[in-house]
Each structure stands twice: as C-alpha cells, then as structure tokens.
Nanobody, 120 residues
Framework: QGQLMESGGGEVQTGGSLRLNCTASGILFDIDEMGWYRQGPGKDFEWVSHIKDSGAYYEDSVKGRFAISRDKAKNTIYLQMNNLKPDDTAVYYC???????????????WGQGIQVTVST
C-alpha cells in the first residue's frame, strides 16, 4: 500500500537549481531513513543522498551543491540541487526504508523516478 510521490524535476541550464520533493504515504511502519538515487544515461545506478536521525549524507560528486532535508510530520524529504552540472542529468528515484516491527524486518519503498536534465 505504501507509495512515494516525487515532484520537482525538470530541465535547467548548467549552474541552475531544482528542488526535488518526495512524500511517502500509506506506510504504517516507522520510517528509518529517506533518500535519493539516480541513474544517468550510460551510467550505473548510484546513491545520491539520504537523511536519517543521525544526519544527512551525500555522494562525493554532489557534496557542497545538494542539500537534503526532511519534514517528519509530512513524511516528506526535499533535495535542493544547486549549481547543477550536465553530469547530474539522470532519473532520480526516491527511496524510503521503514521498520516493520510486526515482521521484524525493514521494508523498502521506491518512487517511480523523476527526470532531471541539465543542459549546456
């Protein structure tokens, strides 16, 4: 029943900014962490960033340019992407990890992906 809804993608010029949003709904377990992955053309699927109670974490290539934040009450995360580069062009996927205490397991949810295109 759980779903992740993504928004905020689009196309910008090099150096521009976008903010991605991801809202989790229908998840009845405690959300442990939320974050973003991406896959660019001809590139591997890669982790970008995630946020949990211990803090926020970033892949090296986006450090200093991207900032992830969370609104726990709304089960929503945001990825502010500044100084975008053509290499940031990718489909971005939101990921949520939740703890199912009844089954003693983590459950992972994925968004459908949202396009980010950075043109030169």
């Amino acid at each position: 029943q759980g779903q992740l809804m993504e928004s905020g993608g689009g196309e910008v010029q090099t150096g521009g900014s976008l903010r991605l949003n991801c809202t989790a709904s229908g998840i009845l377990f405690d959300i442990d962490e939320m974050g973003w992955y991406r896959q660019g053309p001809g590139k591997d699927f890669e982790w970008v960033s995630h946020i949990k109670d211990s803090g926020a974490y970033y892949e090296d290539s986006v450090k200093g340019r991207f900032a992830i934040s969370r609104d726990k009450a709304k089960n929503t995360i945001y990825l502010q992407m500044n100084n975008l580069k053509p290499d940031d062009t990718a489909v971005y996927y939101c990921k949520t990890q939740a703890w199912d205490s009844s089954q003693i397991r983590y459950v992972t949810y994925w968004g459908q992906g949202i396009q980010v295109t950075v043109s030169t």
